[in-house]
């Protein structure tokens, strides 16, 4: 039996990464740098499968997924949309993933030490989820 802990540890994993694919989905068109680019959608294929993961994890305990928050991703989008068209461009762009990214490694650290009785399997995604948040701030700092 998957303890209560457990089952809220996946799903605000699942709501984290989805929010990353959609963040990232939010920008990809307008990356010029193609490295820039191809770090990004090399994230975006990182969190999809870490996602699966996820979601095979809530599935076996007849859980499902977590959506992120409606007025967060509403905000999210509004405010990639803003600034990137009244200061278009890649350094733009990167400070949009970086803040995007610092968020979600807080939330996820605050979900690691609310949700303490979670199995070891849960805190592992969690922790690799940051993992490729923090990752991916550093690959993208020279577009900074």
Same mark, same amino acid.
């Given at each position: #039996?998957?303890?209560? &802990?457990?089952?809220?540890?996946? /799903?605000?994993?699942?709501?984290? %990464? /989805? #929010?990353?694919?959609?963040?990232? &989905?939010?920008? %990809? &068109? $307008?990356?010029?740098?193609?490295?820039?680019?191809?770090?990004?959608? /090399?994230?975006?294929?990182?969190?999809?499968?870490?996602?699966?993961?996820?979601?095979?994890?809530?599935?076996?305990?007849?859980?499902?997924?977590?959506? *992120?928050?409606? @007025?967060?991703?509403? @905000?999210?989008? #509004? $405010?990639? +949309?803003? /600034?990137?068209?009244? !200061? *278009?461009?890649?350094?733009? %762009?990167?400070?949009?993933?970086? &803040?995007?990214?610092? @968020?979600?490694?807080?939330? =996820?650290?605050?979900?690691?030490?609310?949700?303490?009785?979670?199995?070891? +399997?849960? $805190?592992?995604?969690? $922790?690799?989820?940051?993992?490729?948040?923090? !990752? =991916?701030?550093?690959? %993208?700092? *020279?577009?900074?």
């Amino acid at each position: #039996m998957v303890n209560d &802990d457990t089952k809220k540890l996946l /799903k605000e994993c699942n709501a984290g %990464i /989805k #929010m990353g694919v959609l963040s990232i &989905d939010d920008v %990809i &068109d $307008k990356v010029e740098n193609e490295t820039f680019k191809s770090l990004l959608n /090399k994230c975006k294929d990182r969190h999809n499968a870490l996602g699966s993961e996820t979601r095979a994890l809530l599935n076996s305990c007849d859980n499902g997924g977590k959506e *992120p928050n409606v @007025m967060a991703r509403s @905000m999210s989008f #509004m $405010k990639t +949309q803003l /600034k990137t068209s009244l !200061q *278009p461009g890649d350094a733009t %762009i990167a400070n949009l993933i970086t &803040d995007g990214c610092d @968020m979600g490694v807080k939330s =996820l650290n605050r979900y690691l030490n609310e949700y303490k009785a979670a199995s070891e +399997q849960a $805190k592992d995604i969690a $922790k690799r989820l940051v993992n490729l948040e923090e !990752q =991916l701030t550093t690959d %993208i700092a *020279p577009y900074l």
